[in-house]
């Protein structure tokens, strides 16, 4: 593979470009709808995993749940009392108690009656079973007794038959049921060790620059990473199985080796996507022969991002992978998160069947804005809110902005600039301000975190408002 000729977006402007000039990026819209076909394409390719039961709770059936047995198993005892054969009064045979989990007993006659606990298995000519409290045993000699019914018995009265709630290969739930605790005993139950669940999408973050302390304070032009920290637990909350974080520093091979190297569906990179002299993920895409699906973005911060399908690498030939590039800047990192990560892995870990009305691919031209059905809810719409106050626009390019919630408003954020986190670490969301800005009473799209939020309540307290 080789990079995309001509490249979707030219991501830097000519030295002489008057600023603010409309450039080639991907629009914030369609990237994200490029983030979804990246997604969709791959999770084509990844076949169910089997995890114990106890590992499933929450997660959805990829697979129809097929009875493995007939349930109940065998003639089933519902009552604690006799098995007993033909119209009583009946003989009893001493010493013969059939229990729960034991192998079957002797066959009973004609005229025969035998204990029998709840549960066990009934023995072959049962015709009914007679609770004990609607019994009465008579002892006719030391060793015999005959049994009398005090009430009708009607024929097969608390026996549960064999199958009588599924039969052997019976569909009990379809696929995309969710695992609750109900599923897990009815899985047990119908003979399952492990439910087929769909993998987690599995993420490598690398994050690059020289210039990132892991502890203590900034000092000498050196800075905390904050994305390390941030990136990892936020992965986790969209669903993503985090294999690592890796500090990489500015280092080319190092990086090279990462990408080429990672067993990950996703691996995502943090710093470097500019054209910096340390800056190079560019430079290594094109090594590793990778294809640029978005190459910049018109969005505000993060115009830098990109998204970019790799090689199969070490994991399994065939493996889909794909890379999403977040530029350092910490709020433009969150908006690259939001923008290509978020939707390729709620599209990857998508438990809905795939639909094959179109065949599959992550790099169709972005003139072919046709959705396929796969697409076509995708990304779900977001909650739409009326903005309270004013938001200045980009003249071309959609901004991101910090919100809370308050009063059926939302309220934009102070400390929204693409090197701060102060206002996305208050906020609820992050408003959708389209190019031009919005007038206040404007409804914009909010896009949510993964996390609960306070509505406002709490976030309000400390926060700054424009
Ligand atoms: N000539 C150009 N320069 C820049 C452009 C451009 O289009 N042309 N875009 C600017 C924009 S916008 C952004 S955003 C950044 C993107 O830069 P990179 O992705 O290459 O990121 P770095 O240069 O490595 O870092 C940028 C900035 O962020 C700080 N950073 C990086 N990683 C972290 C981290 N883990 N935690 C905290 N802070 C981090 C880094 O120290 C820099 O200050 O490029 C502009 N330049
Ligand atoms: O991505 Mo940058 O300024 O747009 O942070």
Redesign the pocket.
Known sequence: MSLKEPLPVA???APDAPAEQPHRATAWAEARAAAVRAGTFARAGRAPLGVPLARALGQVLAEPLVALTDLPPFDTSAMDGWAVAGPGPWTVREGLDILAGQAPGAPTADGEAVRIATGARVPEGTTAVLRTEHSRTDRTAPGDAVLRALREVVAGQDIRPRGQECRSGDELLPAGTRVTPAVLGLAAAAGYDELPVPPRPRVEIL???D??LTSGLPHEGL??????PMLGPWLTALGADVLATRRIG?DAEVLYAAVAGSAADLVLT???????P??H?HGVLHRAGATLLVD?VKV??????LLARLGAGPARPGHVRHLV??????L??VSGLLTLAAPLLKALSDDRPLSDDRPLSDDRPLSDDRPTSDERNEPSAPPRMPVRDEVQGHPYDTRLVPVVRRGGWAVPLRYHG??MLRGIAAADGLAVVPPGGARPGQELDILDLPWPTADGAASVQGACFT
């Open positions: 991501p830097h402007p994050v690059l620059g210039e990132l800075i905390r990473d904050a994305l390390g500015d943090t710093g470097g996507t500019a054209a910096g340390v800056d993920v910049g505000r911060p993060g115009h830098p991002m590039g977040l530029p350092g800047n910490p433009a990192a693409p090197a």
